[in-house]
């Protein structure tokens, strides 16, 4: 069974752009989480989507948003970057209970 | 209360060593605890897991041990190898059904041949 995928691996921004990112879930999987990874601040959660809708945020400011399409695929878009935004941003997929998988991730830059 | 304490910071262990790293929690919501290993440029892998009703889980050289009444959970890799080294994380996760992780700060292992 093929891991999660994520797309593009990575992605050079200027402030104040906007981008987005996505991710593919392992197959049969509903549940989709994301998270930035910064060596400051570690692994922090974004948010996550189940069927379509956002079940939970993270304490990230309103430029950070997402979605979920019906084949359980899943973008985030993150408007008017900052230099701060500059990050490994992550997904995860579970199907039953809580064991997630985690992609490889997408290394976004921010000049 | 939704923080997950996790130390030390890093740990340089010798081959065929013990490797230890600990993690404590306050949020007694806390139902699941999973540790995951990332390499450079890799997403973090799920090593183990373990639910608050046992108090030891082992697979192969990895060992969860968890202590509910001290709210604190640790990793055992037991003859450690060069191959180990990466950087660990362990989590926790609320009930509720939702699947937010919380982590901690990471391990950084170094395994020395």
């Known amino acids: 069974k093929a891991g999660v995928t994520q797309t593009p691996r990575y992605l050079i921004k200027t402030r104040g752009q906007q981008v987005t990112l996505s991710c593919s879930p392992i197959s049969g999987h509903r549940s989709v989480s994301w998270y930035q990874q910064t060596p400051g601040q570690g692994l922090q959660f974004l948010f996550e989507?189940?069927?379509?809708?956002?079940?939970n945020k993270g304490n990230f400011p309103g430029r950070f948003s997402g979605r979920q399409f019906s084949n359980s695929r899943s973008e985030m878009n993150v408007s008017t970057l900052e230099l701060g935004d500059s990050a490994l941003y992550l997904c995860?997929?579970?199907?039953?209970?809580?064991?997630?998988?985690f992609g490889p991730g997408t290394r976004l830059t921010v000049t | 209360q939704q923080q997950v304490k996790q130390s030390p910071q890093s740990l340089i262990v010798q081959k065929g060593g013990i490797s230890i790293i600990n993690c404590a929690y306050e949020n007694t919501a806390f139902d699941y605890f999973p540790w995951y290993q990332q390499f450079p440029g890799k997403g973090p892998a799920l090593l183990i897991a373990i639910r608050p009703d046992v108090s030891e889980k082992k697979e192969g050289r990895f060992t969860i041990s968890f202590n509910k009444s001290a709210k604190q959970f640790s990793l055992h890799i037991m003859d450690s190898q060069p191959g180990d080294s990466a950087t660990y994380f362990c989590a926790a996760n609320f009930q509720g059904g939702s699947e937010k992780l919380v982590f901690g700060k990471g391990t950084k292992l170094t395994v020395n041949p």
């Open positions: 995860a997929s579970s199907f039953i209970g809580r064991e997630q998988y």
């Open positions: 989507y189940f069927s379509e809708t956002q079940r």
